[in-house]
């Protein structure tokens, strides 16, 4: 009887010690990346993998807010200059999740080459250390950017037209996209955005606008605007120039 209640006992010490559930140790579902669509360079919110407007040579990332919770602790961005094997790809950053209801899901890649393509891919990981599988591979490769030359930083408008003006430091891309914003509501909006088609072009570009929101414009109004350049691919291949501001009115 007494070595029928110590192997008992033993039983119920190693099953109370034994490995965790399923459950428990399931890691999280892969990321899902937001992808870039035909429409994306005239959309007035541009998503997905994209050069990024600034004045150093950035490629944004973006994925879908992932369903995980409370449960889950960091995504980590892996980035490679080759296309395959697993081995050649080095973490370049994590993002701490600190609020399921406010995920971060942009990364902005800083000070990268131009003429040179970059591969992404995201995982993510739960407060008990287990990763998910990695996110479906994204890639772009960065253009030169446009140089804008006028209207001038900081210029004011008293005019019923405004003519944008840039030129191009190497080669002409596939097509250039003109975009204006107006300041309003604490943050820019989308007026318009213009595709012009360039082939063998030399010499500066000239885009002139006429719109009743130019003629109608207050002293107080203010704008930004930039030119993106869009390669062959245009899914793969562009570059974004700073962005200008000015204002109109008299």
Same mark, same amino acid.
């Given at each position: 009887?007494?070595?029928?209640?110590?192997?008992?006992?033993?039983?119920?010490?190693?099953?109370?010690?034994?490995?965790?559930?399923?459950?428990?140790?399931?890691?999280?579902?892969?990321?899902?990346?937001?992808?870039?669509?035909?429409?994306?360079?005239?959309?007035?919110?541009?998503?997905?993998?994209?050069?990024?407007?600034?004045?150093?040579?950035?490629?944004?990332?973006?994925? +879908?807010?992932?369903?995980?919770?409370?449960?889950?602790?960091?995504?980590?961005?892996?980035?490679?200059?080759?296309?395959?094997?697993?081995?050649?790809?080095?973490?370049?950053?994590?993002?701490?999740?600190?609020?399921?209801?406010?995920?971060?899901?942009?990364?902005?890649?800083?000070?990268?080459?131009?003429?040179?393509?970059?591969?992404?891919?995201?995982?993510?990981?739960?407060?008990?250390?287990?990763?998910?599988?990695?996110?479906?591979?994204?890639?772009?490769?960065?253009?030169?950017?446009?140089?804008?030359?006028?209207?001038?930083?900081?210029?004011?408008?008293?005019?019923?037209?405004?003519?944008?003006?840039?030129?191009?430091?190497?080669?002409?891309?596939?097509?250039?996209?003109?975009?204006?914003?107006? +300041?309003?509501?604490?943050?820019?909006?989308?007026?318009?955005?213009?595709?012009?088609?360039?082939?063998?072009?030399?010499?500066?570009?000239?885009?002139?606008?006429?719109?009743?929101?130019?003629?109608?414009?207050?002293?107080?109004?203010?704008?930004?605007?930039?030119?993106?350049?869009?390669?062959?691919?245009?899914?793969?291949?562009?570059?974004?120039?700073?962005?200008?501001?000015?204002?109109?009115?008299?």
């Amino acid at each position: 009887m007494k070595y029928l209640i110590l192997c008992v006992f033993v039983f119920s010490v190693l099953i109370s010690c034994g490995p965790t559930s399923p459950e428990e140790g399931k890691p999280p579902d892969r990321v899902r990346m937001v992808l870039r669509s035909a429409n994306s360079d005239t959309a007035a919110v541009e998503r997905g993998t994209d050069a990024y407007a600034s004045s150093t040579n950035d490629i944004q990332i973006e994925w +879908y807010s992932h369903p995980g919770g409370k449960e889950l602790s960091k995504f980590n961005i892996y980035r490679s200059e080759e296309p395959d094997g697993s081995r050649k790809y080095g973490k370049i950053a994590e993002i701490k999740i600190l609020n399921n209801q406010n995920q971060d899901t942009v990364f902005i890649d800083t000070d990268l080459q131009i003429q040179k393509k970059y591969y992404y891919y995201v995982t993510v990981e739960n407060e008990n250390g287990l990763t998910s599988e990695p996110s479906d591979t994204v890639w772009y490769a960065l253009m030169d950017k446009p140089q804008l030359l006028k209207p001038l930083s900081s210029a004011h408008i008293n005019a019923d037209s405004i003519t944008f003006e840039w030129n191009y430091p190497s080669l002409e891309p596939n097509f250039y996209i003109l975009r204006v914003e107006k +300041y309003w509501d604490e943050s820019y909006h989308p007026l318009m955005s213009a595709r012009i088609v360039q082939s063998n072009y030399e010499g500066s570009m000239e885009f002139v606008l006429s719109e009743d929101w130019i003629k109608n414009a207050s002293g107080s109004d203010n704008y930004r605007w930039r030119v993106d350049a869009v390669g062959g691919d245009p899914l793969h291949e562009g570059a974004e120039s700073e962005w200008r501001l000015f204002t109109i009115g008299n």
